[in-house]
Each structure stands twice: as C-alpha cells, then as structure tokens.
C-alpha cells in the first residue's frame, strides 16, 4: 500500500486548495480512506474520510460546509477541496487508507484505526 499526497502550499485566508491522494496496492472497495492533519505539539485529527463500501462520510466540525471529499476510483485518487480557508487550517496534511468495508461515522475520522499514511503535504493560511 503506498499514499501519495500532493496539492498542498501557500494560499490567503478565503482562498481555496485541491489536495490530492494517488494510492495504490489497494482498491477503495475494501478500504476507507481519509485526510488529517497536524500542527506541533497537537495530536493528529481527522478531517475528512470516507468509506466507499458503505457510504459513509467523516467531516471534522471545523471543516464542515467548506470542505469536501472525493474519490475517483478508476484512478485510484482521492481529493480534498479546501474552500474558504482560514488559518486555523494550517498543518500538514496525511492521506490515510484503513482496511474495512463497513463504518461508524465517528470510528471513520479517528486516525487510531489508519493502517497506511502518507508522507504529508503542508498547508499554510495566511491572514
């Protein structure tokens, strides 16, 4: 399994960024797969999930209305589309994939149950 991410970097407040995620070794049938991020010194935190299975969708209340996940399965890629950024948004930004076909909303957007990560790609928001 191998995530790649891409599509981060430097953008105003209210401004808008597509983050992307190529993931191979797997297909989004039997995996759930989602975006976190992380400052220094918090814990990582979900953002945005989604198990492709089940349906189920994971936003973070923060995110909520200006976020929004895709997947494009025939190439195996998932999206972030980041509107409306603030700076608060500002971390590094993981794609993760978890094996799974069947998902609680809340479970979906907890990275403990993440087996697979990327390398990250850093957002910042200017004010």
């Known amino acids: 399994v191998q995530l790649v991410e891409s599509g981060g970097g430097l953008v105003q407040a209210g401004g808008s960024l597509r983050l992307s995620c190529s993931a191979s070794g797997f297909t989004f049938d039997d995996y759930a797969i989602g975006w976190f991020r992380q400052t220094p010194g918090k814990e990582r935190e979900g953002v945005s999930c989604?198990?492709?299975?089940?349906?189920?969708?994971y936003y973070a209340d923060s995110v909520a209305g200006r976020f929004i996940i895709s997947t494009d399965n025939a190439e195996n890629i998932v999206y972030l589309q980041m509107n409306s950024l603030k700076p608060e948004d500002t971390a590094v930004y993981y794609c993760a994939a978890a094996y799974g076909r069947s998902w609680f909303r809340d479970i979906l957007g907890s990275p403990a149950f993440y087996d697979y990560w990327g390398q990250g790609t850093q957002v910042t928001v200017s004010s």
């Open positions: 989604i198990s492709d299975s089940d349906g189920t969708t």
